[in-house]
Structure formats: structure tokens, C-alpha cells
């Protein structure tokens, strides 16, 4: 099975700030890379797909991009609404295979 | 609006058999495939299993951990996805979610509101 190593587990971070996300994968994935954010309580929603991609409504302020077997999720000018948990997920090789998760939560 | 609904969650016996349905709206189910992801405290997001388009064959996709225990079905002319699963576990404790993905590949890209279950004696 293909590893997805996220990091960090979570952060702290205040409303304004500019925060990366990362998960390096244990082989080639291509751009079969999706970012989802989770609130509690509520399913995964997808936020980018492969690797760049806005999925429909999601903010400009969301950004994804790729190098090698290393990706970023990048948010910009954190927002109060953005106070979640967010995972990757890899869609190249059954079994799909998701990042434990980075909880990024108010300074 | 593309919408998904879980159903059948419940408190179980270990080995015993449960069926989990997803009620999908707002797409042409017959258009997608569909996955089965659970989550629980202690394994995270875990993907069990996606199933193809009738147009594709309706072929399926399976993790590991569940071959020969959990089988995935649809009605399309329902509306309607399942999930088998026969001999519970412990361990297969969680929420589950059904995901709407492509026609022939698993891309989970919209998810529905899961439901829980939970196995314990």
C-alpha cells in the first residue's frame, strides 16, 4: 500500500496567517492527489483535486501543488471558517490511501 | 444539489451481519461510481471499497481488510448504494460514508453525512 505521511499532526495559527500543509507519498502518485477539510462532526469535504484543482465553491485562498512525491496544501489568509482538520488522499493505487490528518486550530 | 445519505448504523454484536444504504440525489447515479470510506478514533479515514458504473461492468475495488467479510452493491434504479457486512468486529467500529466518485475510478469526490456503527458485546 502506498503511505501518505502528513505533517505536521497540527498547528496553531491565527486568522490572517498563511498556513502549509504537507504529505509526501512512499512512491509515485502522479497528480492523484485530493486535499478534503473536515469539521467536527461533519464528513470530509473536498477542497483540491489533483494536486491544483479547485473543487466547485472552494475558496481562491486554497492552494495545492507538487514536487516529486511531495505535496502542499497551502491556505492564505486564514479565515475563521478554516479552523478544521485536513487530509490528503491518493486515488492512484487500490488501496486508496489518506494522510493521518494535520488539526489546525486557533493561536 | 449532489447529495448523499447513509442509513442503517446501529449498536451490533460482534459477528453478526449488517447493511448500510446510500441514498444519492441531485446526479445520475448510474453516471458514477460509488466508494465506502469508514473512520474511527484510532485508524483515521480508512477506504474499504468502490464500486464501478453498471456502464463499466459494476466491476468492484476492495481493500484488504475487508475481502470476503463486506460486499458493495447498487440499486440504480433506486438511487441506492450498499454496503454487506457479515461478521462484525471490534474493530470495525466507526462512521461510514458513502462518496460519489468517477465512472470508473475512485476519486471520492463528494461524500455524504456517514452514519455510525458501533460493535460491542
Known sequence: ?107 | DVQLVESGGSLIQPGRSLRLSCKVSGFDIGDYGLSWVRQSPGKGLEWLGFMRSNSYGGTTELATSIRGRFFISRDDSKNMAFLQMNSLLPDDTGVYYCARDGVITAILAYWGQGTLVTVSS
Request: aromatic share 10%; proline share 6%.
Open chain 1, 1 to 107: 500500500d502506498i503511505q501518505m505521511t502528513q505533517s505536521p499532526s497540527s498547528l496553531s495559527a491565527s486568522i490572517g496567517d498563511t498556513v502549509t500543509i504537507t504529505c509526501r507519498a512512499s512512491q509515485g502518485i502522479r497528480n492523484d492527489l485530493s486535499w478534503y477539510q473536515q469539521k467536527p462532526g461533519k464528513a470530509p469535504q473536498r477542497l483540491i483535486y489533483s494536486v491544483s484543482s479547485l473543487h466547485d465553491g472552494v475558496p481562491s485562498r486554497f492552494s495545492g501543488r507538487r514536487s516529486g512525491t511531495e505535496f502542499t496544501l497551502t491556505i492564505s489568509s486564514l479565515q475563521p471558517e478554516d479552523f478544521a482538520t485536513y487530509f490528503c488522499l491518493q486515488h492512484n493505487t487500490y488501496p486508496l490511501t489518506f494522510g493521518q490528518g494535520t488539526r489546525v486550530d486557533l493561536k
